[in-house]
């Protein structure tokens, strides 16, 4: 079993008037084959944490630890952080001209392992795994994200995941952009890489629809760059339910509601 311990983490990202303190103390543990999943309002440091993890140059851990199985993750690089296990799904994946889907995913998958997939296998993993997708074959040939509807280009974040095999997946915001028959297809495809490699998910959502597809083992809310709340599934419906307004404030009848 892995895990991956995130202790009193926070983070700044630089702007024009100067760095500017998004995560305040983000304390958090995943372990394989659990799902987590992050809910919070607009502004609130989900996607600041998935990309702290990851790795991104904007952001700037200012204290606070992030480990793997003991290993200091802050300590590597971008890459370094991929072999050792962790995966981004980028809420905006970005394209990449001129270089092909298939050559893109073989060469990931070459820097992961450290050698290169044999080739009649990998083309047949490749296939069967865009087929899981509903993914036309001439995919393949296409460059990277260019020109992708928002609905391929979650179905591509999910296709690397399925071919890479992480032990940690961050998922930010996989569900925004995505029509009914996306979303089912996006979620079937989550479930059946946590369900056959146990890794483990973070899932960060604004909303519960993906929830209905993805189960979650634990529910995280943020406010403010802190966890405000934990609790299971649950919470998640009476999120659906009550909205963030007794996290921020809201009215006097809906802290009174919160405090029954």
Do not use: C
Request: aromatic share 6%; charged share 25%; proline share 4%.
């Amino acid at each position: 079993m892995s895990t991956l311990e995130i202790r009193d983490l926070h983070v700044s990202v630089e702007t024009k008037e100067g760095p500017k303190p998004i995560l305040r103390g983000v304390d958090l543990t995943i372990n394989s084959g659990e799902v987590h999943a992050i809910m919070g309002p607009n502004g609130s440091g989900k996607s600041t944490l998935a990309y702290s993890i990851a790795g991104h140059p904007k952001y700037q851990v200012t204290s606070g630890s992030v480990t793997l199985d003991g290993e200091d993750v802050l300590e590597m690089s971008v890459d370094e952080r991929a072999r050792a296990g962790m995966f981004l799904a980028m809420q905006y994946p970005v394209e990449v001209p001129g270089v092909s889907v298939s050559n893109f995913l073989r060469t990931a998958k070459t820097a992961i392992d450290g050698e290169a997939p044999a080739l009649r296998h990998w083309v047949k993993d490749v296939k069967g795994a865009m087929e899981r997708l509903r993914m036309d074959e001439s995919f393949a040939e296409r460059s990277v994200n260019e020109g992708f509807s928002g609905g391929e280009k979650k179905r591509h974040e999910i296709l690397q995941m399925e071919l890479l095999k992480p032990k940690f997946a961050v998922l930010d915001e996989t569900d925004s952009g995505l029509d009914v028959d996306a979303l089912r297809v996006v979620s079937e495809g989550v479930n059946r890489v946590h369900g056959s490699t146990d890794a483990g998910i973070l899932l960060i959502t604004h909303y519960t629809r993906i929830l209905r597809y993805i189960k979650p083992d634990f529910v995280h809310v943020f406010v403010d760059g802190k966890v405000a709340e934990e609790g299971g599934p649950e919470l998640a419906d009476r999120l659906e339910s009550e909205g963030y307004d007794r996290y921020l404030g809201g009215s006097v009848e809906s802290a009174a509601a919160a405090s029954a």
